[in-house]
């Protein structure tokens, strides 16, 4: 079982920066890809930004050259940098992971999710 909280989240202007962390503890044998998702009010949940163990990244198309997710595979820890705000990015911010529970059960976790609020 993985546990995952984030911090990070806040109210903050357009055209501001914040940075999310989440940081995952239990036990696990390795915790493969992470990611940010968001879910805003009357909206699903959407993928923000995933990164696999080896680093390599994806983003969602509105977010692309604004945020910036990065690991640290030693401290199992997930960052999102998120710069150049808009009003569209509120929502609750959540981390999640995808890892094995000793070395043969997949399991995949979120954590309890942060607020980030834009204000135009």
């Known amino acids: 079982q993985v546990q995952l909280v984030e911090s990070g989240g806040g109210l903050v202007q357009a055209g501001g920066s914040l940075r999310l962390s989440c940081a995952a503890s239990g036990s696990f044998s390795i915790i493969n890809d992470m990611g940010w998702y968001r879910q805003a009010p009357g909206k699903q949940r959407e993928m923000v930004a995933v990164i696999t163990r080896g680093g390599s990244t994806d983003y969602a198309d509105s977010v692309k050259g604004r945020f910036t997710i990065s690991r640290d595979n030693a401290k199992n820890t997930l960052c999102l940098q998120m710069n150049s705000l808009k009003f569209e990015d509120t929502a609750v911010y959540y981390c999640?992971?995808?890892?094995?529970?000793?070395?043969?059960?997949?399991?995949?976790?979120w954590g309890q999710g942060t607020q980030v609020t834009v204000s135009s």
């Open positions: 999640n992971a995808k890892s094995l529970i000793r070395w043969i059960r997949l399991d995949d976790s």
